[in-house]
């Protein structure tokens, strides 16, 4: 400042400094204002639950509602696949052997690598109709080939009745609309805890054979998913695959329902790309379904 100064006159010089430093005591205050909570939440794309991002502080974050963020809140729905998680008729659960050790750091080598060997029906996963129809298997039809626009959507978590399957008629006492498209069936496998329980439990709550068939002949459904290891009955298990797969209805199985209350949401399942397999583990969240889509789908718009 002082060399662009020079050659000025002295009073036009005690002027311009004075300028330059009323000038300075006002971006201080500025500054010091906006660390002081000018700024009421962190800058878009940052998740207001942290607390602090970016310099950017607010005591109001923790108030939000997921609507009113740009951040939608989520529920990871997926189970972790490790020792114990319960296999379909296994007494024990994954066992250890699962996951073969490879590289290890503590015997010197420069990573570690780890390999895994389990069937791709285990914790949550999607199953494709190649799993029961042998022309889809012949035709190709794996989880490199599920459609991605069928996983992901507006869909509706329905709470079962407890202690009943998902029958024909049962259905149709559940409040769903014969438009929805995915489907997502909280049983009382949820309040059992069965996802967590090592030994395979036979006696789960899931759609009979007859239930399948009315909501492939009585519905748009394109995906259903389910709170244990099948979708259908023990039972049933074969007939009930069936009724689904050749109306081309995609199956989740394995799904953590246990903190998500009934109502809509927005599913994302993405599936790992397979090829020549009939089903493949899946990573399954739900965000909160757009208001609008609630009003629509349930036939309630204001007139």
């Known amino acids: 400042i002082q060399e662009g100064l020079e050659g000025y006159d002295r009073t036009v010089v005690n002027e311009m400094r004075s300028v ?40 109001t974050s923790s108030s939000h509602t997921a609507a009113e963020s740009s951040i939608p809140y989520y529920v990871d729905i997926s ?30 080598d420069a990573s570690f690598n780890t390999h895994i060997n389990f069937p791709v029906h285990t914790g949550t996963h999607i199953d494709m109709p190649s799993h029961f129809l042998l022309e889809e298997y012949e035709k190709g039809n794996f989880a490199d080939k599920a459609d991605l626009d069928t996983l992901m959507g507006p869909a509706v978590v329905v709470q079962v009745p407890v202690g009943s399957n998902i029958t024909a008629e049962v259905l149709q006492t559940l409040d769903v609309h014969p438009d929805t ?12 805890d069965l996802l967590h329980q090592p030994a395979f439990h036979s006696a789960f709550t899931a759609l009979t054979a007859d239930g399948a068939k ?17 979708i259908a009955t023990y039972e049933e298990v ?6 689904l797969f050749k109306k081309g209805i995609l199956v989740v199985e394995g799904l953590d329902l246990r903190s998500v209350e009934d109502g809509w949401y927005t599913l994302t399942c993405l599936p790992l790309k397979l090829g020549n397999s ?16 609630y009003t629509e789908a349930r036939g309630e718009a204001a007139a």
């Open 79 to 108: 189970v972790t696949i490790d020792s114990g998680l319960p296999i379909w008729d296994g007494p024990n659960g994954l066992p250890c052997a699962h996951r073969i050790p490879g590289k290890d750091m503590r015997k010197g």
């Open 278 to 293: 009939e089903g493949a583990p899946a990573r399954c969240i739900l965000t909160d379904a757009p208001p609008e889509y």
């Open 214 to 230: 009315w909501i492939a002949e009585n519905t748009r459904v394109r995906l259903l998913g389910i709170d244990y290891l099948s």
């Open 181 to 192: 498209e995915r489907i997502l069936f909280k049983t009382d496998s949820s309040a059992k």
């Open 20 to 59: 330059y430093a009323l000038l300075g005591s006002l971006l201080i205050t500025i500054y010091v204002a906006a660390d002081d909570g000018m700024c009421t939440g962190p800058p878009p794309g940052l998740n207001s639950g942290s607390g602090s991002a970016g310099g950017c502080s607010s005591d």
């Open 238 to 243: 074969v007939q009930g695959h069936v009724e």
